[in-house]
T-cell receptor
Framework: GAVVSQHPSRVICKSGTSVKIECRSLDFQATTMFWYRQFPKQSLMLMAT?????????EQGVEKDKFLINHASLTLSTLTVTSAHPEDSSFYICSARERRGQGYNQPQHFGDGTRLSIL | AQKVTQAQTEISVVEKEDVTLDCVYETRDTTYYLFWYKQPPSGELVFLIRRNSFDEQNEISGRYSWNFQKSTSSFNFTITASQVVDSAVYFC????????????FGAGTQVVVTP
């Protein structure tokens, strides 16, 4: 079945570091990718929508300069957490919308998530 | 505005008991999709079901069953004869056609199954 690879699965780094997370669709083209954030014992909150070849659309309250999203190809989107601080520690998970079928029938697949810990 | 409410924060059961997870949603759209996902302690999201607003048929898949009631805006999920491996957080989610792919998740229900 369709697979979305998210890398790295876990990262621990010092405050002030920038961290890049990759979301890659392995066997399908993704028209759109989504980035979610999940704090411990909380729900998933959509951060932004990433469309190939265009600027990402951020949800209200999400700092676009803090969370840089690049969707350079139909199989890869990256989220860079710039100058990360302890409050950015969270579980980040991407999903990719498969480019086949009609609009709302296009399947969506989730990556396995990245656990980010900032010391 | 869309909203998904999972009022049960945690449910604890003993193995082989049935457990029902409630999900109530709000949307003004006439076409929408409802989902259930399982999130085990390892963190990944496991897709369980997608149901569109025009299909009110209940569904059964092994020990899992879903009851979709548009009249009460509910999409409840039942695990029959629960097992320890069912211990996880379960999320109900909603997507509408004008924002397809953007999932509005409920708060999640932690299911704890003890032997």
């Amino acid at each position: 079945g369709a697979v979305v690879s998210q890398h790295p699965s876990r990262v621990i780094c010092k405050s002030g570091t920038s961290v890049k997370i990759e979301c890659r669709s392995l066997d399908f083209q993704a028209t759109t990718m989504f980035w979610y954030r999940q704090f411990p014992k909380q729900s998933l909150m959509l951060m932004a929508t990433s469309n190939e070849g265009s600027k990402a659309t951020y949800e209200q309250g999400v700092e676009k300069d803090k969370f840089l999203i690049n969707h350079a190809s139909l199989t890869l989107s990256t989220l860079t957490v710039t100058s990360a601080h302890p409050e950015d520690s969270s579980f980040y998970i991407c999903s990719a919308r498969e480019r086949r079928g009609q609009g709302y029938n296009q399947p969506q697949h989730f990556g396995d998530g990245t656990r980010l810990s900032i010391l | 505005a869309q909203k998904v409410t999972q009022a049960q924060t945690e449910i604890s059961v003993v193995e082989k008991e049935d457990v029902t997870l409630d999900c109530v949603y709000e949307t003004r759209d006439t076409t929408y999709y409802l989902f259930w996902y399982k999130q085990p302690p390892s963190g990944e999201l496991v897709f369980l079901i997608r149901r569109n607003s025009f299909d009110e048929q209940n569904e059964i898949s092994g020990r899992y069953s879903w009851n979709f009631q548009k009249s009460t805006s509910s999409f409840n999920f039942t695990i029959t004869a629960s097992q320890v491996v069912d211990s996880a957080v379960y999320f109900c989610a909603l997507a509408t056609t004008d924002s397809w792919g953007k999932l509005q998740f409920g708060a999640g229900t932690q299911v704890v199954v003890t032997p």
